[in-house]
């Protein structure tokens, strides 16, 4: 009963590194989501993903790129890592509006970059 | 844009003791409404929602009612108990195509035994 998997779990990365955070779902959901969750802030949409071939910017897109790869696959990448971009990453999939408008995270990764 | 607000970002009650989280909300759409939970160490999960004005939303007796009058949709328990204990975070989807949350800041519900 896998539902959203996220890897790495946790992640140290030194400034200006480069990295990819690998996600999949296997419920067949259309649409897929990268959050990213600080202090105080709640979760905040970094891209998503309306269906396969498709991705848009959400509300903190820079510094971060996505693919996706195909119906199940959503990658996050950061091209140069800053320690602004030190946070829990989630990763989330849904099907269809008609589905209900659950949305699934997976269990996060946490990334620290120093 | 929207965005959703609470107040409290923490809550202290003792078990048994009566809980209101406040969420309030802003959008120019006809939103549907959740709560999501969140353990340590977990990603949130879908806790309650409501789709449309007047629905009311329950779970493991938490209770919120979409209150389209006043915006709100406040999380509610008559008798909180230890394992209650998590972030509760508030959100809104507004989109007609498909679902793209708005979370609030998160309260933290600590409950003494």
């Known amino acids: 009963n896998a539902g959203v998997t996220q890897t790495p779990k946790f992640q140290v990365l030194k400034t200006g590194q480069s990295m990819t955070l690998q996600c999949a779902q296997d419920?067949?959901?259309?649409?897929m989501y990268w959050y990213r969750q600080d202090p105080g802030m709640g979760l905040r949409l970094i891209y998503y993903?309306?269906?396969?071939?498709?991705?848009d910017k959400g509300e903190v897109p820079n510094g971060y790129n996505v693919s996706r790869l195909n119906k199940r696959e959503f990658s996050l990448r950061l091209e140069s890592a800053a320690p602004s971009q030190t946070s829990v990453y989630f990763c989330?999939?849904?099907?269809?509006f008609g589905s209900g408008n659950t949305i699934y995270f997976g269990e996060g990764s946490w990334l620290t970059v120093v | 844009g929207d965005s959703v607000v609470q107040t409290e970002g923490q809550v202290l009650p003792s078990e048994g003791d009566s809980l209101i989280v406040n969420c309030s909300y802003e959008?120019?759409?006809?939103?549907?409404l959740f709560w999501y939970v969140q353990y340590p160490g977990e990603g949130p999960q879908l806790h309650l929602k409501?789709?449309?004005?007047?629905d009311k939303g329950r779970n493991k007796g938490f209770e919120a009612m979409y209150r389209k009058e006043t915006t709100s949709f406040h999380l509610e328990k008559d008798s909180v108990q230890e394992s209650d204990s998590a972030v509760y975070f508030c959100?809104?989807?507004?989109?007609?195509?498909?679902?793209?949350?708005?979370f609030g800041t998160g309260t933290r519900l600590l409950v003494s035994p």
């Open positions: 989330a999939s849904s099907g269809d």
């Open positions: 419920m067949n959901h259309n649409s």
């Open positions: 993903s309306a269906s396969e071939g498709t991705t």
């Open positions: 959008t120019t759409q006809y939103p549907s």
């Open positions: 409501a789709m449309k004005a007047n």
């Open positions: 959100a809104l989807s507004a989109d007609t195509g498909f679902q793209k949350l708005v």
